[in-house]
């Protein structure tokens, strides 16, 4: 339904008189995909590297590296599991608000961006204090040992403290790229960076607080983004800032909808992890079980260096594809979606040869222990040896997801999910503990070739969806200029 006259007017002069750093339906789209999707990749490289900068000064912690290393290890896909509430949310919102712009309906777009604020407090929240209070039995759960417990339950604890400046800083920063700000969403993200490389060595070592220090610096890194974000969201300079009011089940409903299939996709990959780590623990038994658990964290920083980017690129250029899917431009989609694959099969062609050649001098980094770091070199080469194909299963997935498509990308997510529990404990169960690398080659060779026939089939159904959209900037010039004529008319 067009909106009352006065508003569309309004939602006219408001875009008039805002300076976007991209104009998602009308900039050259290879100019386009590359001013959003290269600094949200940077963004995220910048992301995962002060998370494995973590990593590093703890596995360096004289004495008790190896084992600090190891529990830290164990709490990195929890912790990112939590955080993965924030892409549910984020992402979830993010391209319901990119296609409300598309059609000129900045009102429902506002109403998006107050329900996606209010429900991010709210789930930090009761996550904050669900995990303080099971946080023993699922590190134990999912890969801790005896040994290793003490430093995973200091690191752990005084994480989940600043879980409310996490959810905000990532869940809100989607708000900030999908309206064409690439760069203050790489700011952001930067800025948390920056501060958390700076102030572990200060806490870990000059303050001699160990595991417990690293997780200090990252909470007061992500205050620091958090504050930044949410600083720009309330400013005047953004279409669509944050407001109070307006909250509707509905709209929340279809957010946590939307954002179902990259929640399940970040959440299922930390439990993929999380049963890697403890596979490893089963398998590899009291002599080697921890070793390999620490081989398996190198390994792991290793492909967040691959994935994180690459999501970056194929979440963030989804505000392209859902804006344009809003404005009824399946030329643009389409056009969009080429350059965005070339740009994620370039990175993992790289990153592949990476992995397969260059991968010693990482392993390096993390422990001085040469027979953990061996272990990491061959975990890495085997996870990326289906890694080019993996390009297809982000742009494709993600593309759906951009384009409120959940029917498609969810299923498709779930698949290759399935595919990696199946190989992970049938693997190790004939051909010993480090078989259960091989998970990952698994699921990154066959889920793919399932993707691109879907999307191929699809392919003419999404091109006429999009096209049945029409931009109610269309209706607004129409309900501004039909009173005109008229007026025009009897005059004459």
């Known amino acids: 339904m067009p909106a009352p006259r006065e508003d569309l007017e309004k939602v006219c002069g408001e875009a008039k008189n805002v300076k976007l750093e991209n104009d998602l339906g009308r900039d050259p789209i290879r100019k386009l995909v590359l001013n959003i999707a290269i600094p949200s990749m940077l963004a995220q490289f910048v992301s ?19 084992l600090a290393l190891a529990g830290a ?18 992402v979830g919102g993010s391209p319901l608000m990119s296609i409300r712009m598309g059609e000129g309906n900045l009102a429902q777009a506002r109403k998006i961006l107050a329900n996606c604020f209010l429900l991010l407090n709210v789930l930090a929240v009761l996550l904050m204090a669900g995990a303080l209070l099971t946080r023993r039995p699922l590190l134990l ?71 417990r220090g690293a997780a200090i610096a ?43 299939a990259p929640f399940l996709i970040i959440a299922l990959d930390n439990v993929m992890i999380i049963a890697l ?24 920083s290793f492909m967040l260096i691959i994935t994180m980017p690459m999501a970056g690129i194929t979440g963030s250029t989804g505000s392209i594809l859902g804006y344009n899917f809003g404005a009824g431009r399946p030329d643009r989609i389409l056009e969009a979606q080429k350059y965005i694959l070339a ?35 061959q975990a890495i080469k085997i996870c990326t040896i289906g890694l080019i194909p993996l390009a297809f299963q982000y742009t494709l997935i993600d593309g759906f997801t951009g384009m409120g498509m959940m029917q498609w990308s969810l299923p498709l997510s779930l698949l290759r999910k399935g595919v990696y529990f199946t190989a992970l404990f049938l693997l190790p169960a004939v051909f010993g503990a480090t078989a259960a690398f091989f998970a990952e080659t698994v699921s990154d060779l066959f889920p793919p070739l399932v993707t691109m026939v879907v999307y191929w089939k699809r392919r003419n159904w999404i091109i006429q969806e999009a096209a049945s959209h029409r931009r109610l900037e269309s209706d607004a010039q129409t309900a501004v200029q039909q009173p005109a004529a008229l ?6």
């Not at 290890?73 to 949310?89: D, N």
């Not at 620091?224 to 720009?232: A, D, E, T």
């Not at 780590?277 to 792991?300: F, K």
């Not at 991968?359 to 953990?372: E, G, K, R, S």
Request: hydrophobic share 50%; proline share 4%.
């Open 141 to 211: 759960l999912f890969g801790a040992s005896e040994t290793t417990l003490p430093y995973a339950l200091d690191y752990y604890t005084y994480y989940l403290f600043g879980t409310v400046f996490a959810l905000l800083a990532n869940g809100m920063n989607q708000f900030v790229i999908c309206q064409g700000f690439a760069k203050k969403g790489m700011q952001s993200v930067m800025l948390g960076a920056v501060l958390n490389i700076a102030l572990d060595p200060v806490f870990i070592f000059w303050l001699n607080m160990g595991v």
């Open 218 to 260: 990252t909470v007061i890194s992500q205050l620091g983004s958090c504050l930044f974000v949410l600083h720009f969201l309330f400013g005047p300079v953004p279409q669509v800032r944050i407001t109070f009011g307006g909250y509707s089940r509905k709209i929340i409903s279809r957010v946590l909808l939307t954002g179902l």
């Open 48 to 66: 995962v590297l002060y998370s494995i900068v973590d990593r590093i000064y703890i596995g360096n912690i004289p004495e008790i590296g190896n």
């Open 277 to 300: 780590n403890a596979v490893l623990q089963n398998y590899g038994g009291p002599e080697q079980g921890d070793m390999l658990v620490a081989a398996a964290t190198i390994a792991q």
């Open 487 to 492: 007026g025009q008319a009897q005059a004459i």
């Open 343 to 377: 740009l994620c099969l370039a990175f993992t062609t790289v990153l592949f040869l990476v992995g397969q050649f260059l991968c010693a001098p990482f392993t390096h980094i993390f422990t001085p222990d040469l027979q953990v770091s061996a272990l990491a070199v």
């Open 73 to 90: 290890g164990v709490c990195g896909p929890v912790v990112t599991m939590i955080g993965s509430v924030a892409f549910l949310v984020g």
